[in-house]
């Protein structure tokens, strides 16, 4: 039974000065991780302060834009949607979507690349993911 | 300094609504208190010490301590971690009767979301505002049922568990509500049932899921000289054990939860073990919840739970730990989206020789509540207790 990504409307994206640079880049196609400066270490979610240290020596960096599905799940509502951890190349796992394919193909340790989708009005897009 | 013995829960009562489309979570609350009171066969002007969370209307402890004429408090807390917060207050409450912070503390829970029809776990909602992780989970349908499918999938994926495996928890769930006149699912069920009921988030099943119901219950845990005073069968706090599980980073691992953390404290505050434990409150928004947290608790081996449940192991009379006799989330109840409350009555019941006489466990003296509160998936907080009969 095939379940195709629906294209259901996505509600706008609470912009705040901290995260503003990690969406600004959004709107550009870009994918930026949290880098912790104290140890070298790619955090997420983006955020002022280190989750290793809590001092503020962070900044973002471009990620790859690619990695696998570490879990899924379809919520089976009436317009039905993939929520997934992926996990970047560069290690870190975010809660994202699975999209543009058929929804009940997707597995775990599928490849997948970023995919950038509009969101209402002037708010930046989502940050989400279709098989690679 | 250890609360082993220094407090007691003397009151214990479960609202028998499961709609409240007439009540004020105001007046619930009162109401749950009142019978809690009732029940400890004391009155609201003994208690100087009141605990609720920010699902009580208004400012903290303030609104509804203004409400309940409680004039004597000289101590609250209205410590949130979502639903396991009403066990996290059975142990704050004890910590402050051991420390002479008050004498007789009053804990209450009521909420109204199925009057006020609710998408309680299917609809997307934040916890607040300035929220930092919202920008980054809500946008992508963030809700309960699919923060806890998240876990599922993952566990099925690491260890084999099936869903045949969960549903067994809801079926011993359903053996035991069948007898709880005030359940809201009565009719017992088969693994059968629970696999073929329509999915909600995969592989979380409309049976994986608990109720979503009105009402609410409340506590009174007192000093052991009070305690002792009163008429009420002795349960004493032996041990508990909290903790919050987060994303760390980035890093997360969503085969465990926080009760890894929480119930080795408390098994060692209470000086006990697993093996020990005759009747447990197992937090049950989910199948999967009851799994992981038995995993996580020391019941079984990590990535043993579906073959711990699995067979009726979960029901009275039939296996080796009896878990949630009144039905639990899963059957009975789960007020205000918060099953916290509920899992600690039913302890109580238990240790009391007062749950129904068809899922008592016999001769039951050693009893453990356990709850996750948020969400399983992306951060919560886990609350243990140990509980003995005296």
């Known amino acids: 039974m095939a379940t195709p990504a629906s294209n259901r409307a996505l509600p706008a994206i609470a912009v705040d000065p901290t995260n503003k640079p990690y969406f600004d880049a959004a709107r550009e196609g870009r994918l930026l991780i949290g880098l912790c400066k104290d140890t070298g270490k790619h955090f997420w979610y983006p955020r002022g302060c280190s989750p290793f240290t809590l001092s503020n020596n962070v900044e973002l960096v471009e990620a790859k834009g690619t990695g696998t599905v570490y879990t899924y799940t379809v919520m089976r509502t009436k317009e039905p949607y993939c929520v997934a951890y992926v996990e970047l190349d560069e290690g870190v796992r975010i809660f994202t979507n699975i999209v543009d394919c058929d929804l009940d193909e997707v597995r775990i340790g599928q490849k997948v690349k970023v995919v950038f989708k509009p969101t209402q009005g002037d708010s930046p897009p989502a940050t989400m993911f279709t098989p690679a | 300094m250890s609360i082993n013995g220094k407090a007691y829960i003397v009151g214990a009562f479960e609202h028998p609504t499961r709609k409240a489309d007439d009540k004020s979570v105001a007046q619930l609350h009162a109401e749950v208190a009142y019978g809690a009171l009732q029940d400890a066969g004391l009155t609201k002007d003994d208690v100087d010490g009141f605990f609720c969370t920010g699902a009580a209307p208004g400012l903290g402890p303030l609104n509804m301590a203004d409400y309940l004429g409680l004039t004597k408090l000289r101590h609250f807390d209205s410590t949130d971690v979502g639903g396991s917060s009403y066990v996290m207050h059975v142990g704050h409450a004890a910590e402050a009767i ?293």
């Open chain 2, 98 to 390: 051991s420390m002479g912070l008050c004498d007789i503390a009053l804990v209450t829970l009521a909420g109204r979301p199925r009057a006020e029809a609710m998408a309680t776990g299917t609809a997307p909602r934040s916890w607040g505002v300035n929220v930092p992780d919202d920008p980054f989970e809500i946008p992508y349908g963030r809700t309960v049922a699919n923060a806890y499918a998240l876990c599922a999938m993952r566990h099925m994926h690491e260890f084999g568990t099936t869903s045949e495996q969960l549903a067994w928890i809801k079926v011993a769930a359903s053996h035991h509500a069948q007898w709880n006149e005030h359940a809201m699912l009565r009719k017992v069920v088969t693994v059968e049932d629970v696999v073929n009921s329509p999915m909600v988030s995969d592989p979380l099943h409309r049976l994986d899921c608990c109720v979503i119901s009105d009402g609410g219950g409340a506590l009174i845990i007192t000093k052991p000289e009070i305690a002792k005073s009163l008429k009420r069968p002795l349960v004493k706090v032996r041990g508990h054990g909290e903790a919050t599980k987060n994303q760390n980073a980035g890093y997360t691992d969503l085969t465990y939860s926080g009760a890894r953390w929480s119930g080795p404290r408390a098994f060692e505050e209470a000086g006990c073990r697993p093996a020990d434990i005759q009747y447990a409150s197992i937090y049950d928004s989910f199948t999967i919840t009851v799994l992981m947290q038995l995993e996580d608790l020391g019941f079984c081996e990590k990535g043993q739970g579906g073959k711990f449940v699995a067979d009726g192991n979960l029901i009275s009379g039939v296996g080796k730990l009896p878990f949630n006799t009144d039905g639990g989330g899963l059957c009975n109840n789960h007020p205000a989206n918060r099953g916290g409350m509920t899992k600690v009555i039913e302890a109580v019941r238990q240790l009391r020789g007062e749950a129904h006489p068809k899922v008592q466990v016999p001769g039951c003296t050693l009893a453990l509540a356990h709850g996750t509160g948020g969400l399983l998936g992306t951060r919560h907080g886990s609350a243990t207790v140990i509980l003995e009969r005296e």
